[in-house]
């Protein structure tokens, strides 16, 4: 949420009457290709620190950074700088009902999942996995239905071995 644009750059949508949130031009990729550079420069010379010292890899701790959002990889910039990318499908009554759950401080218009929220999810996806297909990158769909350990352990075998299964 920290990425969104401020509230007077934001549009306001045609649906809900409301800011726009829902549309990657409300986000500030920018700025996350900005951070994710400056982490992995970060790791790359803290690795390198490590050699100078003569220190093996087993010492030090892997990093894992998540970079997640439904609209996130709809910039290629931040695709291409992901080694794993994952997208975590749900079907419209799941994303619904979980979307009941939140408590925002201004309430959901009536119908806004089924009007604006799901299409434009639905959008994005495709545009992720189109931009994907071009690029040659692997992007792996997983059931966000499942139980989330076993999503996790899936995941972490995946992390493990820096590829996917």
């Known amino acids: 949420d920290d990425y969104y644009l401020p509230a007077e750059q934001l549009p306001i949508n045609p649906i809900t009457n409301f800011l726009e949130f829902d549309e990657p031009?409300?986000?500030?990729?920018?700025?996350?290709?900005r951070d994710i550079k400056k982490w992995k420069a970060e790791k790359e010379a803290e690795e390198e620190k490590m050699q100078l010292e003569g220190r093996s890899e087993d010492e030090v701790p892997p990093s894992i950074m998540v970079v997640e959002g439904t609209m996130i990889f709809t910039c290629p910039e931040i695709m291409e700088l992901c080694d794993l990318r994952y997208m975590i499908h749900v079907d419209f009554a799941t994303a619904k009902y979980r979307r009941s759950l939140r408590n925002y401080p201004i309430p959901d218009p009536p119908e806004i999942v089924a009007k604006n929220i799901w299409p434009k999810y639905i959008k994005h996806r495709k545009l992720s996995r189109n931009i994907a297909a071009q690029k040659g990158y692997v992007f792996k769909q997983i059931n966000g239905t499942h139980i989330v350990e076993q999503i996790l352990a899936g995941i972490i075998a995946d992390v493990s071995k820096s590829e996917h299964l």
């Open 25 to 33: 031009e409300s986000v500030n990729m920018e700025n996350i290709v």
